[in-house]
């Protein structure tokens, strides 16, 4: 009995033995497969590294030079200009540069030749050469230098941008410095993982080959930007472009070229602080003369136009001559979806803002508002008096004004009347209009005073063409129609950016992910360009190519495939039957098997 006592308890403590292991060795596993997954992940080894090189270097800061113009909200001095004449007439090397909301003369911007052009071009090459060795680290603290100075200047930085455009200095928070802070920080977190070389698979055939893609810096990057935000333009390429150790040459709007020298003053006063040269980013301010040059330049490496469909094409046009890439991120006639079970309520502050901010003016606005029928004189009943309740006006403490505006001026004085007769033609066709519908007389400058237009139809100018404008353009869905919604929203040329609203989250997304766009955000508006880790970009009209993200990223950069030899001793050769002169007895029936070998599933 004794023996048979010990046997099993030597059972029993063998038996506790192997389950104890086997629970250590099953909870290692375990814990060292979550670590590479959140390897995998989010790379948290990089990121340790990355949290040690913040805390242990010191961000210089930038003392920018700022005239009163760009530091005061009564800066600028002068009466109203009748006539806003883009090229001075006493000089035309000079362009003249004006505030929209109150049509004050702000001062002059260059003119350029395409000899200048080129000039600035051949600096910024040179200058792109030493960038080019340059470390991560290095790039990420000219960056980290850049935001250090936008968030200690952030109202200078809104200022600026509200006498250049005439919106609210909240828009321009918005839509300028926010935007910019994100992506600076996605690039500086993320840009060294994206452009790493990266892994790729070989297959059974190459199985001795170590394959993978590297990502080099492309050269010289021309950016040519629209008037709409005038600090986010500026710098926005420049951030992704320098990260990928390029050189930057941006091209602002002649309508918009005033302060892009204080704008242009930040970037190049942080590249000069840590010894590098400034030429690296430029800006080119002028006519056509100045934006063909561009083009058409031999010496640059890409080209990313944002702007009007028609001036893409003749971009597009003028890079073929030298077979320069391009992206193009053109117009957009977003909808937004109002769904028949959504929170009224709640979906409205999203309906006024994707259709009011920067008054209209805005890639990713909300361009027309797609409402199922059941909800549609609900809807109507609550954006109305919104909107007839908007303050518009000038957007600064300035020309006896207070600045406490929810809707500013348009930037262009030509889109005022492309505005009009969109609205006119729609009314003309039956659309009702419910408020605004015309240039504001009662201010001096470029406003158009926000409106409601419901009971638009394809058959519409304004159902297809991109207002650019302070109106919301209301569609209405037959018989909450999910088809009828699809059809009408997918019914026009363009296809840039969509959102939807539903309290069925789910089908909401089923149901957007029909839609022909290049972005879809689901129960929010805009949201997908805070999440900077995504690419940017349309499809159709709206244009092709992708900026932001790793795509955005890497697209800057050439792309060099690598295969090479990885099993000590053994490699390719040439076999004999189909070596040189090919044995023609045996080099088909050889080669025959090899593709019988790997890739014949039924023998």
């Given amino acids: 009995r004794r ?10 403590t063998w038996t506790e033995a192997s389950s104890a292991n086997l629970y250590f060795y099953t909870t290692l596993a375990s814990v060292a497969v979550c670590l590479y997954l959140l390897q995998e992940k989010f790379d948290f080894v990089y990121h340790a590294l990355l949290w040690l090189e913040y805390l242990t270097t010191s961000v210089p800061t930038l003392e920018v030079e700022m005239t009163d113009a760009e530091s005061k909200d009564d800066g600028v001095k002068g009466d109203a200009c009748s006539e806003m004449t883009l090229v001075n007439p006493s000089n035309p090397k000079e362009l003249n540069c004006y505030d929209p909301s109150t049509k004050q003369l702000l001062g002059h911007a260059t003119n350029m030749t395409a000899a200048e052009v080129h000039e600035i071009l051949v600096k910024a090459k040179k200058a792109q050469e030493e960038w080019a060795k340059t470390s991560f680290a290095q790039r990420r603290m000219v960056l980290r230098t850049i935001q250090k100075y936008i968030c200690h200047h952030v109202e200078d930085i809104c200022r600026v941008s509200s006498r250049e455009s005439g919106k ?15 992506k600076i920080r996605t690039i500086c977190e993320w840009g060294e993982v994206w452009l790493r070389p990266e892994s790729r698979p070989t297959g059974p055939m190459m199985m001795h080959k170590s394959a993978w893609v590297e990502y080099e810096p492309l050269g010289l990057i021309v950016a040519i930007a629209p008037w709409n935000y005038p600090f986010h333009n500026s710098i926005n390429h420049v951030i992704s472009g320098i990260m990928a150790g ?8 002649e309508h918009a070229s005033w302060s892009a020298t204080y704008y242009g003053r930040i970037v190049q006063q942080a590249l000069t602080v840590h010894g590098h040269n400034p030429d690296l980013v430029a800006t080119v301010t002028g006519m056509a003369e100045a934006g ?14 944002t702007g009007s469909t028609p001036i893409g094409r003749k971009v597009m046009e003028s890079a073929s001559k030298t077979l320069t890439p391009v992206i193009l991120e053109l117009g957009g006639k977003d909808a937004m979806v109002l769904r028949h079970d959504v929170d009224l309520k709640a979906v409205v502050p999203f309906v006024m803002r994707g259709c009011f901010q920067n008054a ?10 797609v409402v199922y029928e059941s909800i549609h004189d609900k809807l109507l009943e609550a954006v109305v008096p919104k909107v ?8 600064l403490a300035c020309a006896g004004a207070d600045g406490l505006v929810d809707c500013g001026s348009m930037i262009m004085p030509a889109q005022l009347n492309i505005v009009q007769a969109l609205v006119d033609d729609a009314v003309e066709k039956g659309a009702k209009l419910h408020c605004g519908g015309k240039i504001n007389a009662s201010l001096n400058g470029q406003f158009f005073e926000p409106t409601v237009l419901s009971g638009v139809t394809p058959d519409m100018k304004i159902f297809q063409q991109e207002v650019f404008g302070p109106v919301m353009t209301v569609v209405k869905v037959p018989n909450d129609s999910d088809e009828e919604c699809i059809r009408l929203v997918n019914s026009c040329d363009f296809g ?3 959102s939807i609203f539903a309290g069925d989250a789910k089908k909401a997304l089923k149901i957007g992910q029909q839609f022909r766009a290049g972005m879809l955000t689901v129960n929010d508006f805009g949201s997908n360009y805070l999440v900077q880790s995504l690419p940017f970009g349309g499809c159709k009209e709206s244009g092709f190519g992708r900026f932001a993200g790793v795509e955005g990223l890497r697209a800057l950069c050439h792309m060099r495939s690598v295969a090479v030899d990885w099993i000590p001793g053994v490699k390719t050769a040439i076999p004999a039957p189909i070596d040189y002169p090919i044995d023609f007895t045996k080099g088909f029936p050889f080669t025959d098997s090899l593709v019988q070998l790997f890739y014949n599933e039924s023998p």
């Fill in 246 to 253: 390029n050189a930057v040459v941006g091209k602002v709007s």
């Fill in 360 to 369: 209209g003016q805005n890639c990713v606005g909300v361009e027309r508002v």
């Fill in 292 to 305: 063909q040059a561009l083009c058409s330049d031999p010496l640059v490496d890409k080209i990313i136009f």
């Fill in 388 to 395: 007839k309740a908007l303050r518009q006006g000038i957007p």
């Fill in 3 to 12: 023996k048979q006592s010990m046997s099993g308890a030597g059972e029993c």
């Fill in 496 to 498: 840039l950016g969509s």
């Fill in 168 to 182: 609210p200095k909240i828009d321009a928070l918005m839509g300028e410095v926010l935007t910019t802070c994100e």
